[in-house]
């Protein structure tokens, strides 16, 4: 039976990918465009909008398990054809914003808690990924590294434990293939907790470069990112990272504990990407 992989061109849906391609699974990859999406030889590529059921129909044929990313839209829809066309599991890509202080009023919370309440309530196996902040969301400074030494941040004290992408899609892949994790929610933080200044201390000491960093009121933050980030996402973002000033974030729930493998540090992912940040 096939695996499809929705999301196949993002972070961590490429990633499980190669993974379970390198494996050997029979597989599917879905995008909304899937010209566009750049897959090992042998992979079947199918046309997938979570946000239109003409769609779920031919995605859905002859699959076993799915990936699934978080779109509230048409999820009751599209798990009520997984479960027609004789999906056995629903791997769901949440966030851990559904448990954060204030989540019941918090967009992005509620986005994936939509989605987790329905895969939950479906009747098939799943296992529902809650990672933290992706460690590759540091790309939203690599404008600003490019332009030169000075980078405007707001809350620049608030700490997260930023998570590897590879470190998520090592867990998926035992969600996909393996019996542990089956009707589990698993909360997913990198090793270390850090500050946005940390973080960029990091970079700048892997760049070789004395990063200064530019302080911003939340006013002026808000103003700043508006222009590429949608608002419900930058209200939860800004909310999220005020409360978390001065608070060390939580780090008991790497990846370790169920691969066995150490957790990717933010240094490491540094030394992968610096040639893209900067």
């Not at 859905?60 to 027609?84: H, M």
């Not at 509620?110 to 540091?138: C, Q, W």
């Not at 070789?208 to 222009?227: D, F, H, P, Y």
Request: cysteine-free; aromatic content about 6%; overall charge negative.
């Amino acid at each position: 039976m096939t695996i499809l992989v929705t999301g196949a061109r993002g972070n961590v849906g490429r990633r499980v990918l190669q993974r379970l391609y390198a494996a050997g699974h029979s597989l599917r990859a879905s995008g909304r465009n899937p010209a566009e999406l750049d897959v090992p030889e042998g992979v079947e590529t199918v046309a997938l909008d979570l946000n239109d059921p003409e769609t779920f129909v031919a995605a859905l044929a002859g699959v076993s398990k799915v990936l699934l990313y978080a779109e509230p839209d048409g999820i009751v829809k599209f798990l009520d054809e997984a479960e027609t066309a004789g999906v056995e599991k629903i791997v769901l890509l949440s966030s851990n914003t559904v448990e954060g202080p204030g989540s019941e009023n918090d967009p992005l919370a509620h986005h994936h808690k939509i989605v987790e309440d329905a895969v939950a309530a479906s009747g098939l196996t799943y296992t529902i990924l809650r990672p933290g902040a992706f460690m590759s969301n540091a790309f939203g400074w690599s404008y600003s590294l490019q332009a030169g030494d000075t980078i405007d941040q707001v809350f620049p004290e608030a700490q997260v434990a930023p998570v590897h992408e590879d470190d998520i899609a090592d867990v998926a892949v035992v969600a996909l293939t393996e019996k542990k994790l089956e009707d589990q929610t698993v909360l997913l933080t990198g090793p270390e907790s850090l500050t946005f200044r940390q973080e960029l201390e990091i970079i700048g000491e892997v760049l070789g470069r004395k990063l200064v960093i530019n302080e911003l009121t939340r006013e002026q933050g808000e103003a700043q990112m508006s222009n590429f980030v949608p608002p419900p996402i930058l209200a939860s973002l800004l909310a999220q990272w005020e409360a978390a000033v001065g608070v060390v974030a939580d780090t008991s729930a790497t990846a370790e504990r169920i691969t066995g493998k150490p957790g990717r540090t933010f240094r490491q992912w540094v030394e992968e990407h610096g040639s893209y940040l900067a």
